[in-house]
């Protein structure tokens, strides 16, 4: 069984870059894409990207391609997500939840990060 | 990329209800289309996958239809516990979009 753990809060000043971890344990990298999806207070859910754990090839959403980038550390299970140029609506809560393979689904996901983007 | 637009965005029922909520995709989706529940402070949690398959756990008073561009997610004799927000989703192209979500309040 998969679990998700996340870094925990960060609070930004715009401009600044961000950058969340995600540590997988269980049944780890096992050639499942992780995905990111963030959620602005009291907002639905947007897909950012995702990011293959064998090969590191990534696909990102067009609203963030520039910004974002998403790795992995295959050592240590972890998924990284960095975005550049932080503006005050990038204040979220931002999720890395794992494809469920050929489910087509995102399961199971991270306890979330909040990030604050404040000057 | 394929827009999902739920219905309604919110809506208020009482415990043993049944409630329907829809999910309308911009083109053809064929069955993937997946329904999560969403608690607040919480992560989301899959409910349904491939229109209509009940995820491992989930009570079987949950239910949902499809294929196409029409969805449904129905839940036959509401309990406490159900009181959240649901969200469908589209994993048939990338991006990977959601639907604005339903809150289900008492």
């Known amino acids: 069984q998969v679990q998700l753990v996340q870094s925990g809060a960060e609070v930004k000043k715009p401009g600044a870059s961000m950058k969340v971890s995600c540590k997988a344990s269980?049944?780890?990298?096992?050639?499942?894409?992780m995905h990111w999806v963030r959620q602005a207070p009291g907002q639905g859910l947007e897909w950012m990207g995702r990011?293959?754990?064998?090969?590191?090839?990534?696909n990102y959403a067009q609203k963030f391609q520039g910004r974002v980038t998403m790795t992995r550390d295959t050592s240590n299970s972890t998924f990284y997500l960095d975005l550049s140029r932080l503006k005050s609506d990038d204040t979220a809560v931002y999720y890395c939840?794992?494809?469920?393979?050929?489910?087509?689904?995102?399961?199971?996901w991270g306890q979330g990060t909040l990030v604050t983007v404040s000057s | 990329d394929i827009q999902m637009t739920q219905s309604p965005s919110s809506l208020s029922a009482s415990v043993g209800d049944r409630v329907t909520i829809t999910c309308r995709a911009s083109?053809?989706?064929?069955?993937?289309l997946n329904w999560y529940q969403q608690k607040p402070g919480k992560a989301p949690k899959l409910l349904i996958y491939?229109?209509?398959t009940l995820q491992s756990g989930v009570p079987s008073r949950f239910s949902g239809s499809g294929p196409g561009t029409d969805f449904t997610l129905t839940i036959s004799s509401l309990q406490p516990e159900d009181f959240a927000t649901y969200y469908c989703?589209?994993?048939?192209?990338?991006?990977?979009?959601f639907g604005q979500g339903t809150k289900l309040e008492i």
């Open positions: 990011i293959n754990p064998k090969s590191g090839a990534t």
């Open positions: 491939a229109a209509s």
């Open positions: 939840a794992r494809w469920g393979g050929g489910s087509y689904v995102f399961d199971p």
């Open positions: 083109q053809s989706i064929s069955s993937y």
């Open positions: 989703q589209q994993t048939y192209n990338m991006p990977y979009t």
């Open positions: 269980g049944d780890t990298l096992t050639g499942y894409y």
